[in-house]
């Protein structure tokens, strides 16, 4: 599904980091039949208090304990009933002492006392700062994976399923929204109370609370609530973004074999939001900065795609729950399968063709460049660490992969069976083989061992020949990721791949007619040719048809049917295939055709493969024709021929780069690319390149005038100072962009372009930059702790080690520790173990001085104290 090649085996990072071990769900004491929380909001000291009531069906008598997750949590009381139950809390576990023993079906409500003041996470409270002004107060909730513990004391796993009720105290500006019915609500003084009830059963890490002065938007599907809630003075943007919501949920209630199963549904944007968009059930939380504007959606479907995304968890994670963190593919795999079923409904085959491509390009740069792991495993330091590429993009490719294996009709019979037999009740992956078998008879567990149980794919390098007098056609397959050291079971892949061979009839055709003949093959060997009789020579052949196996392949066929296949083949994977092959043979020839291709195919997706081909030809005439495609009706093409003119370097690319980094274009990202390329080529070995002082002042004005939309363009212009590594007035610019105060995603934006800029600069430069990003390290807001971690795992410097190392020890945040982690291992890697054991060294010297400081001080106090 790639023109990506690898030629050699390769040794892949291994995902378990120290400390990793095996995860299980606890011990089960009963059954959480009902969790009700009774709260009242302090917003101005960020303050959350009240109680927390649990009802437990005993699972067995003679309970005569009960341990909850409970983090940073001031517990005050703990009764059942009236009669105080002894407990024990270390800030982390609260283990309750039940006075009498529980008794069989005999249910117990458990209700708890107490407070939460500036929770570090599962409860954010955000609101107007001294450097952000204007920034909306706000409170929000985010449980995945295991943070529900950190705002209410409860049994934070996903195996256990419970309705839920928050009633809530807020001042009567304020609105709460939380999952279910809004039961009631009432005015006590300046308090109003919210009262949400959810009926249905789920997890605790979906129950939420979003408080806030919001506009809500109203609008409805089957007489159900569709509910949009943003800040005051966005509402147009809300439509604009959300507003397909109701043929989404027709669109998925008919593909999932159920209707959309809560009271309401509804999508509240909220401002810092830590993930792109949370599922809770019946009410979705998605981040502000996914709100379009009219330009904005030009060429973007990312807020599309998160809607859709979101929504289809409220089938597939919602109503049909995993029961243990390793099996999150299930629904992450759906969810993302989601958005490109959507695509084909709404833009095409074609168009989901494409989607499906890049979900797989995603999941193999994962794969590539960080580390390969099965998709179910169990075996980690904290569950959220399982959130990657391998349960999105690659679960999306593997459902795809089930419906290319079992047809149309059979596996959404299979979906239908799987979501209408474990509806309300928690699954693993074995129950949806277990569906797969009920709903169609057909065992698909070869194609999960290869693709769910064991990490990888197949990388294919397939050649072809004709041989005329016997009208044969010779297919070799190579497997070459396989390493030969290691059991053939666990390296070759055994799939049966269809290949179809093309004819194109011209003869009074206009457009040409392509027939096509399919063989399907068995590959199961290291290497393996294949003799196809055929009724004439094929004007070009396709390897895996259709495109649905997660695979990367190397194509290496003769020139003339690379052209044919460029031009003709219906599938445009295989096309952007033979762009990739055709590219790798060089030459004038290659390169016309490709040109050819960038104005004349049908499909942008195409056109933008295409563009970034060409510029891969270190070839005078690769820019004459990409020219063409400066012109083109799609943004998305113009922003990739923007991003390859950029790459060529060539002597007249600034010429083409700059009317457009001036006059703008009506998509934001073009015009930013325009603007990084030229920055691009500022920093390059030209020597006509575009003089400095001139794309400075070029830069300096649009980071003053040209603030807009998620702060696209003025970061494209921090992106294209970043190359230019040798110049302190580019250094200072983007230093400028990394104070408090600077709009977040242009800062965002400037501290992750921090670490390209370091490359190539002065020590006291460097040490600018590093002073700058240890300073930025101490904030404790998420998205800010990951842009440091980007920028210091690019530089090359052991002192990046000791900030790396030093966030990864005061972060509350797994993932961050772990991209830290990460970042070191690349920055060790690029300055040699010697450095590296030299910035160890140096980090022990001022751990040393530090402690000396502080011992001084506590001294000097002591003193005071003692006086």
Same mark, same amino acid.
């Given at each position: 599904m790639s023109n990506f090649f690898i030629d050699e085996p390769k040794k892949h990072k291994s995902f378990e980091l120290a400390g990793a071990r095996p995860h299980y769900n606890p011990d089960r004491p009963g059954q959480v039949e009902h969790i009700f929380l009774d709260l009242a909001l302090d917003i101005d000291q960020k303050i959350c208090e009240g109680t927390c009531q649990i009802r437990l069906n005993p699972v067995r008598s003679g309970?005569?304990?009960?341990?909850?997750?409970?983090?940073?949590?001031n517990i005050q009381d703990v009764r059942i009933g009236r009669a105080k139950q002894p407990f024990d809390y270390d800030d982390e576990r609260l283990v309750i002492h039940l006075k009498q023993e529980t008794k069989v079906g005999k249910a117990i409500t458990v209700a708890i006392a107490y407070s939460?003041?500036?929770?570090?996470?599962?409860?954010?409270?955000?609101?107007?700062? @001294? +450097?952000?002004?204007?920034?909306?107060?706000?409170?929000?909730?985010?449980?995945?994976?295991?943070?529900?513990?950190?705002?209410? @004391?409860?049994?934070?796993?996903?195996?256990?399923?419970?309705?839920?009720?928050?009633?809530?105290?807020? @001042?009567?500006?304020?609105?709460?929204?939380? +999952?279910?019915?809004? %039961?009631?609500?009432?005015?006590?003084?300046?308090?109003?109370?919210?009262?949400?009830?959810?009926?249905?059963?789920?997890?605790?890490?979906?129950?939420?609370l979003a408080v806030g002065e919001f506009a809500e938007i109203r609008d409805e599907w089957q007489g159900k609530p569709v509910l949009y809630y943003v800040e005051k003075g966005l509402e147009d943007s809300a439509r604009l973004s959300m507003g397909k919501t109701p043929q989404m949920m027709a669109f998925l209630s008919e593909k999932y074999g159920v209707l959309y199963p809560y009271p309401k549904y509804a999508q509240v944007c909220v401002a810092d939001f830590i993930f792109g968009g949370m599922e809770n059930t019946s009410t979705t939380l998605l981040g502000d900065r996914y709100l379009l504007d009219e330009r904005a959606a030009i060429d973007n479907r990312w807020t599309e795609s998160l809607v859709v995304h979101e929504l289809a968890h409220q089938w597939f994670g919602d109503l049909v729950v995993i029961k243990h963190w390793s099996h999150a593919w299930i629904k992450e795999g759906m969810a993302s399968y989601s958005e490109v079923m959507w695509t084909e409904k709404e833009y095409g085959v074609d168009d989901a063709a494409y989607y499906r491509l890049n979900e797989a390009r995603n999941y193999f740069n994962e794969d590539s460049n960080r580390y390969r792991r099965p998709v179910v495993t169990?075996?980690?330091?904290?569950?959220?660490?399982?959130?990657?590429?391998?349960?999105?993009?690659?679960?999306?490719?593997?459902?795809?992969?089930?419906?290319?294996?079992?047809?149309?009709?059979?596996?959404?019979?299979?979906?239908?069976?799987?979501?209408?037999?474990?509806?309300?009740?928690?699954?693993?992956?074995?129950?949806?083989?277990?569906?797969?078998?009920?709903?169609?008879?057909?065992?698909?567990?070869?194609?999960?061992?290869?693709? %769910?149980?064991?990490?990888?794919?197949?990388?294919?390098?397939?050649?072809y020949s004709w041989d005329t007098d016997s009208n044969l056609a010779k297919v070799t397959v190579k497997q070459t990721q396989a390493d030969p050291k290691k059991p053939k079971h666990q390296e070759l892949f055994d799939l049966k791949i269809p290949i179809a061979f093309g004819w194109v009839k011209t003869a009074g055709k206009k457009p040409p007619q392509v027939e096509q003949q399919t063989f399907t093959v068995r590959v199961h060997e290291a290497e393996q040719s294949f003799y196809l009789v055929l009724p004439s020579k094929p004007d070009f052949v396709s390897f895996d048809a259709g495109n649905h196996i997660l695979k990367q392949v190397m194509l290496e066929y003769p020139v003339p049917e690379l052209k044919t296949q460029l031009q003709h083949d219906p599938d445009p994977l295989s096309r952007i295939n033979a762009a990739a092959a055709l590219v790798k043979k060089g030459g004038l020839e290659a390169a016309q055709a490709l040109g050819e291709a960038l104005k004349k195919d049908t499909f942008w997706g195409v056109r933008i493969e295409v563009a970034q081909q060409l510029s891969k030809l270190q070839l005078d005439q690769a820019l004459d024709l990409l020219k063409a495609g400066l012109k083109d009706e799609d943004a998305r093409v113009r922003r990739a021929v923007v991003d390859a003119i950029a790459t060529l370097k060539h002597g007249n690319s600034y010429k083409l780069l700059k009317p457009i980094a001036e006059k703008g274009d009506p998509s934001y990202l073009v015009e930013a690319a325009a603007i990084r390329g030229i920055g691009t080529l500022a920093g390059s070995g030209l020597a006509n390149k575009p003089k400095e002082d001139k794309v400075i002042k070029l830069f300096k004005s649009v980071l003053k005038k040209r603030a807009g939309w998620n702060e696209v363009i003025r970061s494209g212009a921090i992106s294209g100072l970043s190359q230019m590594k040798t110049s302190t007035d580019a250094l200072d610019l983007v230093l400028e962009q990394t104070v408090s105060g600077t709009p977040q995603p242009l800062r965002l934006a400037s501290i992750r372009a921090l670490g390209a800029i370091s490359a190539g600069q002065s020590p006291t430069d460097l040490q600018r930059i590093l002073d700058s990003l240890k300073a930025i390290s101490g904030e404790s807001f998420f998205l800010t702790?990951?842009?440091?971690?980007?920028?210091?795992?690019?530089?090359?410097?052991?002192?990046?080690?000791?900030?790396?190392?030093?966030?990864?020890?005061?972060?509350?945040d797994n993932r961050v520790e772990r991209m830290a982690e990460e970042a070191i291992k690349k920055v060790q890697k690029k300055v040699g173990s010697g450095q590296a054991i030299q910035s160890v060294q140096e980090e022990l010297e001022q751990l040393k001085k530090d402690n000396q400081t502080l011992k001084s001080r506590l001294e000097e106090l002591e003193a005071k104290a003692k006086k």
């Open positions: 309970i005569t304990q009960l341990a909850l997750d409970a983090v940073n949590l939460v003041n500036q929770p570090q996470r599962g409860l954010y409270f955000v609101g107007p700062e @001294p +450097n952000y002004p204007d920034k909306p107060t706000q409170v929000w909730t985010q449980g995945e994976d295991e943070d529900s513990r950190f705002w209410f @004391p409860c049994f934070d796993y996903p195996g256990q399923l419970a309705t839920s009720e928050i009633r809530v105290r807020v @001042p009567k500006e304020f609105l709460a929204v939380s +999952n279910g019915e809004l %039961v009631e609500t009432s005015l006590e003084e300046n308090q109003m109370i919210y009262h949400w009830l959810q009926k249905e059963i789920h997890p605790t890490y979906l129950m939420t169990n075996i980690y330091r904290a569950a959220i660490e399982l959130y990657d590429r391998h349960i999105y993009e690659k679960g999306a490719c593997i459902y795809h992969m089930l419906r290319a294996e079992l047809g149309e009709d059979l596996f959404w019979k299979a979906i239908h069976t799987f979501v209408q037999d474990n509806a309300h009740s928690t699954v693993e992956t074995i129950d949806l083989l277990r569906a797969i078998d009920k709903a169609t008879g057909r065992n698909l567990a070869f194609l999960f061992d290869q693709y %769910v149980f064991r990490g990888g794919y197949p990388d294919y390098k397939v050649s702790q990951v842009a440091v971690v980007s920028s210091l795992g690019q530089m090359e410097t052991p002192k990046a080690i000791g900030i790396l190392r030093g966030l990864a020890n005061q972060t509350s």
